[in-house]
């Protein structure tokens, strides 16, 4: 909520190709990869179902009597799951025994307030706020870019009252009990072009009441196979990484893949660690010399990966600036750079003092080499006479 005072200034000085661009890898890594393994795994209801949604919302079809793409694809999948499972087929994952227990979580379960529970934790409020305030800068970060998400796809909105809800809600929810923070929407593009309006969202939100609310999620995921929704994510991520290459200069594309680069990190990172923990052991067991021999360079997706969404941003800004040849604004940004990983809010996984000073040092050497740029006269082609002339540098 404090961010939210200055994320307008943030937005003002940061080029969009740094914005979308940190938005966009996200989008691809922790949106779009996850659908798109599940629709391989079951590649006769998943790239169906893509194939049903891509037509519509990409080609413009309508289907008939006007029925959404969503619903189509959706309906088409439970048709598809349903009919292997009466077959004797495994399509889907859907089963009979699921169906049924679901109904055990039918009944109404009013939220009430869970104050006890949240003021005891300040007990531990140090050991919390270490990884706190890193995920709520990343919250701040995102939300920001989502605003200039919307604001690309031809929608306004005013960025710290945007921002103040998002807290609000948050701490509301907070108090009745639900540990996990709430966001504003990731993917406005994708959603507008579904045909979603502020109705939407207020549909989305009453639904999610409702099915809370009454214990209806356990009989609508028996009765649904995940993998006939999946594909409208892999839209939505689709979208939200175009619109960084479509809303930007054509220059600034390289910034654009810059901003890509550290969420790809830390998709990497997350796999790896997921996949040695289900074996029982971690990377530092396994020894960083060993997974280097088989090109796993651990350590480096260690830190690249530490703050991916500051850490796009300021690549993404610092390549847009360098491409305009705005040395002092991309000094600038590197040397933030420096001032965020040196406290670890880049670059490591919790905030500290020289939390990894080696990339702080690297961050403001860069800084100073821009910056000198910026002071030091160009050599630049006069096309007339073919001769050269000493300029200084903008």
């Known amino acids: 909520?404090?961010?939210?005072?200055?994320?307008?200034?943030?937005?003002?000085?940061?080029?969009?190709?740094?914005?979308?661009?940190?938005?966009?890898?996200?989008?691809?890594?922790?949106?779009?990869?996850?659908?798109?393994?599940?629709?391989?795994?079951?590649?006769?209801?998943?790239?169906?179902?893509?194939?049903?949604?891509?037509?519509?919302?990409?080609?413009?079809?309508?289907?008939?009597?006007?029925?959404?793409?969503?619903?189509?694809?959706?309906?088409?999948?439970?048709?598809?799951?349903?009919?292997?499972?009466?077959?004797?087929?495994?399509?889907?994952?859907?089963?009979?025994?699921?169906?049924?227990?679901?109904?055990?979580?039918?009944?109404?379960?009013?939220?009430?307030?869970?104050?006890?529970?949240?003021?005891?934790?300040?007990?531990?409020?140090?050991?919390?706020?270490?990884?706190?305030?890193?995920?709520?800068?990343?919250?701040?970060?995102?939300?920001?870019?989502?605003?200039?998400?919307?604001?690309?796809?031809?929608?306004?909105?005013?960025?710290?009252?945007?921002?103040?809800?998002?807290?609000?809600?948050?701490?509301?929810?907070?108090?009745?009990?639900?540990?996990?923070?709430?966001?504003?929407?990731?993917?406005?593009?994708?959603?507008?072009?579904?045909?979603?309006?502020?109705?939407?969202?207020?549909?989305?939100?009453?639904?999610?009441?409702?099915?809370?609310?009454?214990?209806?999620?356990?009989?609508?995921?028996?009765?649904?196979?995940?993998?006939?929704?999946?594909?409208?994510?892999?839209y939505i991520g689709m979208l939200i990484g175009a619109q960084a290459f479509q809303e930007t200069p054509k220059s600034h594309a390289p910034a654009v893949v810059l901003a890509l680069i550290p969420n790809i990190a830390a998709w990497g990172k997350l796999l790896i660690d997921s996949a040695l923990g289900a074996a029982g052991t971690n990377a530092a067991a396994v020894g960083l010399d060993k997974l280097g021999q088989v090109g796993v360079l651990y350590h480096g997706l260690e830190v690249l990966a530490g703050g991916a969404i500051l850490t796009g941003m300021t690549w993404g800004a610092i390549g847009a600036f360098i491409i305009d040849k705005k040395y002092v604004e991309a000094s600038a940004f590197a040397l933030a750079g420096a001032a965020m990983t040196f406290f670890g809010f880049m670059h490591g996984e919790a905030v500290g003092f020289a939390v990894t000073p080696v990339v702080a040092l690297a961050y403001a050497l860069v800084a100073g080499f821009l910056f000198a740029l910026s002071r030091a006269p160009v050599v630049v082609s006069a096309p007339s006479a073919g001769s050269h002339a000493t300029v200084p540098a903008e």
């Open 1 to 234: 909520m404090i961010g939210g005072f200055i994320a307008p200034y943030i937005r003002k000085i940061t080029p969009r190709a740094a914005l979308l661009g940190a938005l966009a890898g996200i989008s691809i890594t922790f949106i779009s990869m996850r659908p798109a393994l599940e629709m391989f795994m079951t590649p006769v209801i998943g790239l169906l179902c893509f194939t049903v949604i891509l037509v519509s919302w990409l080609g413009g079809y309508r289907y008939p009597k006007g029925i959404p793409a969503g619903l189509v694809a959706i309906a088409l999948g439970m048709v598809i799951a349903w009919g292997s499972t009466l077959f004797g087929g495994q399509l889907g994952g859907m089963t009979l025994a699921n169906f049924g227990a679901a109904f055990a979580t039918f009944g109404f379960s009013l939220p009430l307030p869970a104050f006890g529970m949240v003021f005891s934790g300040f007990e531990f409020l140090g050991i919390i706020l270490v990884t706190a305030i890193p995920f709520g800068i990343y919250d701040l970060v995102e939300a920001m870019d989502n605003v200039e998400s919307a604001e690309a796809a031809g929608d306004v909105y005013p960025t710290t009252r945007v921002l103040t809800a998002d807290g609000v809600v948050s701490l509301i929810g907070c108090l009745m009990g639900n540990p996990f923070i709430n966001a504003v929407y990731i993917g406005h593009p994708g959603w507008k072009a579904m045909g979603g309006r502020i109705g939407y969202s207020a549909a989305t939100g009453l639904m999610v009441i409702v099915l809370s609310w009454f214990g209806i999620i356990a009989l609508i995921s028996a009765l649904i196979p995940l993998v006939a929704i999946s594909p409208i994510l892999l």
